[in-house]
């Protein structure tokens, strides 16, 4: 009866373990999306920025965690602290930008030039963030 017992208690400790490994080191980093297969929602960076700025539980409940094509002038490019290639698209808002993490570089992105950019959108802090970005149209 208490082996029977031991051997329940481990092998449920056994199944906990594996099913932490897999949601925290396997899934992440195995099941990506790929937005390129996606229909993103077509918006102008200015247009999805003022719909964070009005109502950001609306926007949310539009935007989060979809694909999203946005075409917007490209006010900057920088890299992110993990080395991948940043791209912000202006808005009409100055303190208020679309602040885009790509999968990889994308030579000839010009500053000024109107640009379109697909990829997951996560939310807004002061900027609305999309990350697992591809440029689509240059």
């Known amino acids: ?11 449920v400790i056994a199944l906990g373990i594996i ?11 195995h099941n990506k999306r790929d937005v390129a297969d996606e229909q993103g929602i077509a918006v102008t960076a200015a247009a999805l920025v003022k719909a964070y700025q009005e109502n950001e539980a609306n926007a949310n409940t539009q935007y989060l965690d979809k694909a999203v094509e946005i075409t917007g002038e ?17 808005s009409e808002d100055a303190f ?8 990889q570089d994308a030579p000839g992105i010009v ?26 149209k240059q």
């Open 74 to 90: 490209v006010s900057d490019t920088t890299r992110d602290a993990a080395g991948k290639p940043s791209i912000t698209l202006k």
């Open 19 to 29: 099913g932490v490994w897999y949601f925290i080191f396997y899934r992440p980093t």
């Open 1 to 11: 009866m208490k082996k029977n017992l031991i051997l329940g208690f481990l092998a």
């Open 96 to 103: 208020s930008n679309v602040s885009c993490t790509l999968k």
């Open 111 to 136: 500053l000024g030039k109107t640009i379109t950019i697909k990829g997951v959108c996560t939310g807004y802090l002061s900027d609305v963030i999309v990350i697992d970005a591809i440029v689509t």
